[in-house]
Each structure stands twice: as C-alpha cells, then as structure tokens.
C-alpha cells in the first residue's frame, strides 16, 4: 500500500513540477541540493541505492546525487520506471 501510495504521490508531484517554467526548477535554493531538480534526482538516486540493496547487486553510485542533473521529463520517466517495480 505506501509503495502504491509513494507512486502516486511521485506522478502528483512531476506532474505539477511540470506546470513551472524550466528556470523555477533551476533556481538556486537554500538546499542542500540547490535546486528542485537536483533535489528530485538525489531522491531518485536513493531509491535507486534502496532497489540495489533489496535485490542484493552492486548499485554503481559513489555520491548521493549525480553530476549531472536530468531534465524533469528524464527525472519523471525513470522515476515512474523506478515505481513500476
């Protein structure tokens, strides 16, 4: 049930990240992260280390977020992908 409710919650949130313009996603933030978009695929990048684990395989990451940050069409893609499984 919180695996189907965390779907639903990713598709609710992309989907209205999606309305923005391309700069709000960008913008500098006071996070950790900088900026939405570099926030959402640490959180990829995370679950993406937890699916790792649970399926007891190397996971290929050496940082909690990547150097590059996908767009939020890449992001919402491989989240959904990522909740698929």
Do not use: C
């Amino acid at each position: 049930m919180l695996v189907r409710y965390s779907a639903w919650a990713n598709q609710r949130l992309l989907g209205a990240l999606a309305t923005l313009p391309e700069t709000e996603l960008l913008k500098p933030r006071a996070t950790v992260f900088g900026n939405i978009l570099s926030t959402l695929n640490h959180n990829l990048v995370v679950d993406r280390i937890w699916q790792a684990h649970l399926q007891g395989r190397a996971h290929g990451y050496a940082s909690r977020n990547t150097e590059r940050t996908p767009s939020l069409a890449e992001l919402a893609v491989d989240q959904a992908e990522l909740d698929r499984w």
